[in-house]
């Protein structure tokens, strides 16, 4: 299923191709653009990535060749240019094993440090861990060198999901929910869990894993799992049909009816499957808005910068050398 | 993991172990008490059933001897008797050849046609066809002679849920959506499913496969699927120790946070990974109150009585000669 594809044209008629992908299903064709402030890491479009209509297992990047060099563009201020991002995959998908270590120009790169949080025209950068509608429960490796996409373990066995999740999952560079820091009251005074802060992505395209996509921030629920706080920001694909329109977490109801609520329910009740209890919600279960939720972004990226800066005991989290 | 219990005391003390199983779990053992006013289907006592805590595939009864005489208690009027209801497996669990019969004295029974609908005490008789946190898709056959459980069929193979349903589910028996029905504007005028009618059962005890179990109705949700109207009604386990506080929709929140709006997304979510969209509901998505619903399997119960006078065109359902 693994198809890709060449772009011989302009710079802008890519753009063009690529933010209208016109996609309406999760087995259709996924494209993901990005666009970065940052030069060592530009942003790229990756090839097409598409997943079998039962998606109980995800299409591997691995079945392509293990290094691909993906292209480059960039929006910024209508500078183009190329650069190029490579991710390497070593270990069988679908194992502890596996790993996905991004590169450029053959160094490591973290896709949690090195890659910009914010992009322009107001849009947020996310990577994306776990496609839609598939199950392997890839993350960061927060505390590998270079933190490559791992599946988390359980119990010496590569983590899955009870069942797919049915939007694109994966989280937010130069964040951090601070487990030293204690919340307010809206979300029982409870830590941080640790980790980069979670999006979920609610646009009809698939994401591939290890994708970076520019993305409009809409709202944000703030879970807490086993006494801690996980934010889920929710937000969609600039790129998506709708995103045009979905200025705000109210207006998603009526492109995407069901959204927020199936989001909150989905984290509710993940883990019960496990034996585990459901999972809560702070702020009386609301979603917050799109201004609310920009505030919870530039407070975890407040405590991210803390952590760079030595200012916070960073315990066995892998952070570049200063 | 099937683990048979004797039962070698007194109705009485039977009855007590029975009603307070103290399960808390889904992993934990589940006990299932019928009673019942027929008295060719007096109902009876399951022996105990475990589910692996990842459950990603049902602890299956086909793996106790294919026939097993399962006694039966009944609490009706204070009159205590035996009687004994067979359940008949051929076939491999997890396939489509699998079949549950229902046997009482070596003559076939429907759990569809001569189980009771309503018990003593206000109570409804559930049928459970998927025991909560497993994921095989069995259902009462309806075209099938004697209407045994068999694993519903999509594109040839033995059809799955995407992932683990987080309660009991089975239906109702002696009730049926008629196809030829239109709903009123409540439900956007659909049409029956042509099914029983559905429960969601909502107790921590896991419900075995085939068992009859006494509830309490609480609500529904009106769900409508691909244009037809499939009531999903929430009842919880008479024996659940929960149950006596719990007396209505409203009341489900304290006692089990979540539920109605988890199954609401559930159901909602549910087809989205073979690529069908959202479900949608009738009453502005609304639960509807236990009186309600009552309401609602009275109807499903008039439609399923004048299907069985022949007043309806009956189709390929299997029902009893006359």
Redesign the interface.
């Known amino acids: 299923m693994y198809e890709a594809l060449e772009w011989g044209s302009t710079i802008e008629s890519r753009k063009t191709a690529l933010l209208r992908p016109r996609v309406k299903?999760?087995?259709g064709l996924a494209f993901v653009l990005h666009s970065s402030k940052s030069v060592a890491m530009l942003g790229f479009c990756v090839t097409a990535f598409a997943i079998s209509?039962?998606?109980?297992n995800v299409q591997s990047l691995a079945r392509a060749p293990a290094m691909r060099a993906i292209r480059a563009l960039s929006t910024r201020g209508g500078a183009s240019f190329m650069s190029a991002i490579e991710l390497e995959e070593a270990g069988e998908f679908g194992t502890t094993d596996y790993s996905m270590t991004f590169k450029k120009g053959g160094e490591v790169m973290s896709p949690w440090h090195d890659a910009p949080l914010e992009l322009d025209g107001g849009l947020y950068n996310m990577l994306t861990e776990i496609p839609k509608?598939t199950?392997k429960k890839m993350e960061v490796d927060t505390k590998a060198p270079g933190n490559p996409i791992k599946q988390d373990e359980k119990k010496g066995k590569a983590r899955l999901?009870?069942?797919?999740i049915?939007w694109n999952y994966g989280c937010l560079p130069q964040t951090w929910e601070d487990p030293n820091h204690k919340g307010d009251e809206d979300v029982g005074g409870a830590f941080g869990d640790d980790d980069p802060v979670d999006v979920v992505e609610i646009g009809a395209a698939s994401l591939a894993m290890g994708s970076f996509t520019p993305v409009k921030v809409l709202g944000c629920l703030s879970m807490i799992d086993d006494g801690e706080l996980d934010w889920k920001v929710i937000a969609i694909n600039a790129a998506d049909e709708h995103a045009d329109a979905i200025n705000d977490v109210d207006d998603i109801e009526k492109f995407y009816?069901?959204t927020v609520?199936?989001i909150?329910?989905?984290f509710?009740?993940y883990k019960?499957?496990?034996?585990k209890p459901?999972n809560?919600f702070g702020h009386g279960e609301r979603a917050l808005n799109a201004a609310e939720t920009k505030a919870v972004i530039e407070e975890t990226h407040g405590f991210y910068k803390a952590l760079l800066e030595g200012k916070v005991d960073a315990g066995k989290l892998w952070i570049p050398k200063a």
């Open positions: 299903s999760a087995a209509s039962h998606a109980l509608m199950l999901y009870h069942g797919p049915f009816p069901g609520s199936g909150r329910e989905w509710r009740w019960t499957p496990d034996d459901v809560g």
